[in-house]
Protein backbone atom coordinates (compact mmCIF):
# COMPACT_ATOMS: atom_id res chain seq x y z
CA UNK A 1 0.00 0.00 0.00
CA UNK A 2 1.11 3.80 -0.92
CA UNK A 3 1.75 6.14 1.82
CA UNK A 4 0.73 10.28 0.11
CA UNK A 5 1.87 12.70 2.22
CA UNK A 6 -1.36 14.70 3.36
CA UNK A 7 -2.14 18.11 1.85
CA UNK A 8 -3.98 21.00 3.53
CA UNK A 9 -6.86 21.85 1.33
CA UNK A 10 -6.30 25.59 0.20
CA UNK A 11 -8.26 28.10 2.73
CA UNK A 12 -10.07 29.83 -0.20
CA UNK A 13 -11.43 25.80 -1.99
CA UNK A 14 -14.44 24.35 -1.02
CA UNK A 15 -14.26 20.66 -0.74
CA UNK A 16 -17.34 19.27 -2.94
CA UNK A 17 -18.07 15.23 -3.17
CA UNK A 18 -19.57 15.57 -6.71
CA UNK A 19 -21.92 12.71 -7.93
CA UNK A 20 -20.61 11.87 -11.41
CA UNK A 21 -22.31 12.69 -13.99
CA UNK A 22 -23.41 9.19 -15.29
CA UNK A 23 -25.19 8.20 -11.80
CA UNK A 24 -28.29 10.07 -12.68
CA UNK A 25 -29.41 8.13 -16.11
CA UNK A 26 -28.08 4.75 -14.76
CA UNK A 27 -30.48 5.07 -11.82
CA UNK A 28 -33.56 6.29 -14.69
CA UNK A 29 -32.69 3.49 -16.78
CA UNK A 30 -32.19 0.97 -13.99
CA UNK A 31 -35.66 1.97 -12.82
CA UNK A 32 -37.46 1.94 -16.47
CA UNK A 33 -36.21 -1.62 -17.02
CA UNK A 34 -37.02 -2.60 -13.86
CA UNK A 35 -40.77 -1.25 -14.75
CA UNK A 36 -40.97 -2.70 -17.91
CA UNK A 37 -39.85 -6.08 -17.01
CA UNK A 38 -42.64 -6.59 -13.85
CA UNK A 39 -45.14 -5.18 -16.29
CA UNK A 40 -44.03 -7.89 -19.25
CA UNK A 41 -43.85 -10.92 -16.62
CA UNK A 42 -45.37 -13.79 -17.93
CA UNK A 43 -48.71 -14.35 -16.54
CA UNK A 44 -47.51 -17.82 -15.48
CA UNK A 45 -44.98 -16.49 -13.03
CA UNK A 46 -47.17 -14.92 -11.06
CA UNK A 47 -49.39 -17.74 -10.86
CA UNK A 48 -46.68 -19.67 -10.04
CA UNK A 49 -45.50 -17.49 -7.06
CA UNK A 50 -49.19 -17.47 -6.19
CA UNK A 51 -49.80 -21.06 -5.83
CA UNK A 52 -46.58 -20.87 -3.64
CA UNK A 53 -47.70 -18.58 -1.54
CA UNK A 54 -51.22 -20.01 -1.34
CA UNK A 55 -50.01 -23.53 -0.87
CA UNK A 56 -49.07 -21.95 2.76
CA UNK A 57 -51.34 -19.96 3.77
CA UNK A 58 -54.15 -21.97 2.35
CA UNK A 59 -56.25 -19.32 1.02
CA UNK A 60 -58.32 -20.20 -2.36
CA UNK A 61 -62.12 -20.04 -3.61
CA UNK A 62 -64.21 -22.93 -3.64
CA UNK A 63 -67.61 -23.79 -5.28
CA UNK A 64 -70.62 -22.17 -4.15
CA UNK A 65 -73.39 -24.59 -2.74
CA UNK A 66 -75.73 -24.60 -5.83
CA UNK A 67 -77.14 -26.88 -8.59
CA UNK A 68 -75.15 -25.60 -11.34
CA UNK A 69 -72.64 -27.73 -12.87
CA UNK A 70 -69.00 -27.48 -12.00
CA UNK A 71 -65.41 -28.08 -13.90
CA UNK A 72 -62.35 -26.72 -13.50
CA UNK A 73 -58.98 -26.26 -16.55
CA UNK A 74 -55.91 -27.25 -15.73
CA UNK A 75 -52.05 -27.19 -17.09
CA UNK A 76 -48.94 -28.81 -15.84
CA UNK A 77 -49.17 -25.17 -13.52
CA UNK A 78 -51.12 -27.57 -11.47
CA UNK A 79 -48.27 -30.34 -11.16
CA UNK A 80 -48.97 -33.68 -10.21
CA UNK A 81 -52.93 -34.38 -9.89
CA UNK A 82 -54.35 -36.61 -7.48
CA UNK A 83 -57.23 -37.45 -9.99
CA UNK A 84 -58.95 -40.25 -8.02
CA UNK A 85 -58.74 -37.31 -4.38
CA UNK A 86 -60.58 -34.54 -7.45
CA UNK A 87 -63.30 -37.07 -8.48
CA UNK A 88 -63.83 -38.47 -4.55
CA UNK A 89 -65.07 -34.58 -3.80
CA UNK A 90 -68.01 -35.03 -6.09
CA UNK A 91 -67.92 -31.33 -6.76
CA UNK A 92 -67.08 -31.36 -10.76
CA UNK A 93 -68.30 -33.04 -13.76
CA UNK A 94 -65.78 -31.89 -16.39
CA UNK A 95 -62.38 -30.91 -17.30
CA UNK A 96 -60.83 -29.29 -20.10
CA UNK A 97 -56.90 -29.93 -20.26
CA UNK A 98 -54.19 -27.93 -22.06
CA UNK A 99 -53.21 -30.34 -25.08
CA UNK A 100 -50.76 -27.34 -27.37
CA UNK A 101 -49.58 -23.96 -27.82
CA UNK A 102 -48.32 -22.87 -31.03
CA UNK A 103 -46.85 -25.60 -33.75
CA UNK A 104 -44.52 -27.66 -31.57
CA UNK A 105 -45.91 -27.48 -28.01
CA UNK A 106 -47.42 -29.77 -26.37
CA UNK A 107 -48.07 -29.46 -22.88
CA UNK A 108 -45.88 -31.70 -20.67
CA UNK A 109 -48.51 -33.13 -18.66
CA UNK A 110 -51.33 -33.29 -21.25
CA UNK A 111 -51.26 -37.10 -21.60
CA UNK A 112 -51.31 -37.84 -17.83
CA UNK A 113 -54.06 -35.61 -16.62
CA UNK A 114 -56.66 -36.53 -20.09
CA UNK A 115 -55.91 -39.80 -19.12
CA UNK A 116 -56.11 -39.61 -15.81
CA UNK A 117 -58.91 -38.04 -15.55
CA UNK A 118 -60.70 -39.94 -17.56
CA UNK A 119 -59.94 -42.84 -15.97
CA UNK A 120 -62.19 -41.48 -12.90
CA UNK A 121 -65.04 -41.01 -15.12
CA UNK A 122 -64.53 -36.89 -15.65
CA UNK A 123 -66.04 -35.52 -18.65
CA UNK A 124 -63.01 -34.72 -20.69
CA UNK A 125 -61.96 -31.80 -23.08
CA UNK A 126 -58.81 -30.40 -24.65
CA UNK A 127 -57.41 -26.96 -25.33
CA UNK A 128 -55.36 -25.78 -27.71
CA UNK A 129 -53.73 -21.75 -27.08
CA UNK A 130 -52.99 -19.60 -30.03
CA UNK A 131 -50.14 -18.00 -30.35
CA UNK A 132 -49.18 -15.11 -33.23
CA UNK A 133 -45.58 -16.88 -33.69
CA UNK A 134 -46.44 -19.66 -36.17
CA UNK A 135 -48.81 -20.09 -39.08
CA UNK A 136 -52.31 -21.27 -37.69
CA UNK A 137 -52.49 -23.98 -39.73
CA UNK A 138 -49.57 -25.63 -38.37
CA UNK A 139 -51.36 -24.91 -35.31
CA UNK A 140 -53.81 -26.62 -36.03
CA UNK A 141 -52.10 -29.81 -37.04
CA UNK A 142 -50.24 -29.70 -34.07
CA UNK A 143 -53.41 -30.10 -32.09
CA UNK A 144 -55.29 -32.42 -34.12
CA UNK A 145 -52.07 -34.98 -34.08
CA UNK A 146 -51.91 -34.92 -30.25
CA UNK A 147 -55.87 -34.70 -29.82
CA UNK A 148 -57.81 -37.82 -31.51
CA UNK A 149 -61.38 -37.21 -31.46
CA UNK A 150 -62.39 -40.28 -30.46
CA UNK A 151 -61.47 -39.91 -27.20
CA UNK A 152 -62.44 -36.31 -26.27
CA UNK A 153 -65.62 -36.11 -24.63
CA UNK A 154 -66.14 -32.33 -24.92
CA UNK A 155 -65.92 -29.45 -27.91
CA UNK A 156 -61.96 -28.78 -28.67
CA UNK A 157 -61.76 -25.17 -27.20
CA UNK A 158 -59.16 -22.90 -28.15
CA UNK A 159 -57.60 -19.93 -26.28
CA UNK A 160 -57.03 -16.27 -27.79
CA UNK A 161 -55.85 -13.94 -25.17
CA UNK A 162 -53.64 -11.03 -25.80
CA UNK A 163 -50.54 -12.82 -24.51
CA UNK A 164 -51.10 -15.41 -27.30
CA UNK A 165 -52.14 -12.81 -30.04
CA UNK A 166 -50.42 -9.91 -28.84
CA UNK A 167 -48.46 -9.56 -32.07
CA UNK A 168 -51.14 -10.35 -34.49
CA UNK A 169 -53.30 -6.64 -35.47
CA UNK A 170 -57.30 -7.21 -34.80
CA UNK A 171 -58.32 -8.36 -38.23
CA UNK A 172 -55.21 -10.55 -38.14
CA UNK A 173 -56.95 -11.95 -34.75
CA UNK A 174 -60.07 -12.66 -36.22
CA UNK A 175 -59.19 -14.27 -39.39
CA UNK A 176 -56.38 -16.69 -37.72
CA UNK A 177 -59.32 -17.74 -34.97
CA UNK A 178 -61.82 -18.46 -38.10
CA UNK A 179 -59.81 -20.55 -39.96
CA UNK A 180 -58.55 -22.50 -36.72
CA UNK A 181 -62.39 -22.77 -35.81
CA UNK A 182 -63.02 -23.80 -39.51
CA UNK A 183 -60.23 -26.25 -39.79
CA UNK A 184 -61.98 -27.79 -35.95
CA UNK A 185 -65.17 -28.04 -37.62
CA UNK A 186 -63.83 -29.67 -41.07
CA UNK A 187 -61.73 -32.23 -39.03
CA UNK A 188 -63.90 -32.84 -35.82
CA UNK A 189 -67.26 -32.22 -37.29
CA UNK A 190 -68.06 -29.76 -34.62
CA UNK A 191 -66.83 -26.03 -34.14
CA UNK A 192 -64.67 -25.24 -31.23
CA UNK A 193 -65.18 -23.40 -27.67
CA UNK A 194 -64.06 -20.34 -28.14
CA UNK A 195 -61.90 -19.22 -24.29
CA UNK A 196 -60.92 -15.69 -23.65
CA UNK A 197 -61.54 -12.81 -21.24
CA UNK A 198 -64.45 -10.51 -21.44
CA UNK A 199 -62.03 -7.40 -22.00
CA UNK A 200 -60.40 -9.19 -24.96
CA UNK A 201 -64.05 -10.46 -26.38
CA UNK A 202 -65.38 -7.35 -25.98
CA UNK A 203 -62.63 -5.44 -28.09
CA UNK A 204 -61.59 -8.23 -30.26
CA UNK A 205 -64.50 -10.98 -31.09
CA UNK A 206 -67.97 -10.39 -30.23
CA UNK A 207 -68.93 -8.84 -33.78
CA UNK A 208 -67.62 -12.15 -35.27
CA UNK A 209 -67.65 -15.17 -32.87
CA UNK A 210 -71.31 -14.31 -30.70
CA UNK A 211 -72.74 -17.62 -32.29
CA UNK A 212 -69.79 -19.93 -31.41
CA UNK A 213 -70.13 -21.61 -27.57
CA UNK A 214 -68.24 -19.27 -25.33
CA UNK A 215 -66.09 -19.84 -21.84
CA UNK A 216 -65.56 -16.22 -20.68
CA UNK A 217 -62.99 -15.65 -17.72
CA UNK A 218 -64.27 -12.86 -15.41
CA UNK A 219 -62.87 -12.98 -11.75
CA UNK A 220 -64.39 -10.17 -10.59
CA UNK A 221 -68.24 -10.06 -11.24
CA UNK A 222 -70.56 -12.26 -13.78
CA UNK A 223 -69.65 -11.88 -17.36
CA UNK A 224 -70.73 -8.69 -19.30
CA UNK A 225 -70.32 -9.36 -23.09
CA UNK A 226 -71.08 -6.97 -25.97
CA UNK A 227 -73.57 -8.06 -28.92
CA UNK A 228 -76.00 -10.65 -28.95
CA UNK A 229 -73.57 -13.32 -28.01
CA UNK A 230 -73.93 -15.00 -24.44
CA UNK A 231 -71.37 -17.22 -22.31
CA UNK A 232 -71.55 -20.87 -21.81
CA UNK A 233 -68.91 -21.32 -19.51
CA UNK A 234 -68.08 -18.86 -16.92
CA UNK A 235 -64.35 -19.04 -15.12
CA UNK A 236 -65.07 -17.46 -11.93
CA UNK A 237 -61.77 -18.14 -10.20
CA UNK A 238 -58.29 -18.66 -10.69
CA UNK A 239 -57.25 -19.17 -6.82
CA UNK A 240 -59.77 -22.21 -6.48
CA UNK A 241 -59.30 -25.08 -3.70
CA UNK A 242 -59.60 -28.54 -4.14
CA UNK A 243 -58.67 -31.63 -2.74
CA UNK A 244 -55.47 -33.63 -5.04
CA UNK A 245 -54.66 -30.31 -6.30
CA UNK A 246 -51.58 -28.75 -4.44
CA UNK A 247 -52.02 -25.14 -5.61
CA UNK A 248 -54.82 -22.96 -7.11
CA UNK A 249 -56.84 -24.41 -10.53
CA UNK A 250 -59.51 -22.44 -12.17
CA UNK A 251 -63.20 -22.64 -11.17
CA UNK A 252 -65.25 -23.08 -13.88
CA UNK A 253 -69.30 -23.00 -14.03
CA UNK A 254 -71.76 -23.50 -16.81
CA UNK A 255 -74.18 -20.89 -17.46
CA UNK A 256 -78.07 -21.11 -16.99
CA UNK A 257 -79.42 -22.71 -20.18
CA UNK A 258 -75.83 -24.61 -21.05
CA UNK A 259 -75.60 -28.07 -20.51
CA UNK A 260 -72.68 -30.85 -20.64
CA UNK A 261 -74.46 -32.28 -23.56
CA UNK A 262 -74.54 -28.76 -25.36
CA UNK A 263 -70.69 -28.58 -25.43
CA UNK A 264 -70.10 -32.79 -25.90
CA UNK A 265 -68.94 -34.19 -29.22
Not at 23 to 50: D, H, K, N, R, S
Not at 206 to 224: D, G, M, S
Request: hydrophobic fraction near 35%.
Amino acid sequence: MRNYRYRRPHPFRRSHHHRPSWVGPVIVAAIVVVTLAFIAMPATVFYAVGNFFGMWTGEGDTFDNDNLVHGIDVSRYQGEIDWPTVAQENVISFVYIKATEGSSHIDSRFRENFRGAREVGLRVGAYHFLSWKSPVRSQFENYKRHVPKSKIDLLPMVDVEKSGVGGWSAEQINDSLQVFCDLVKDHYGKRPVIYTYSHFYNTYLYKRFHNYYLFIANYNHYPNIKGVGQHNIWQKSERGRMNGIKGFVDLDVLSNGTTLEDISM
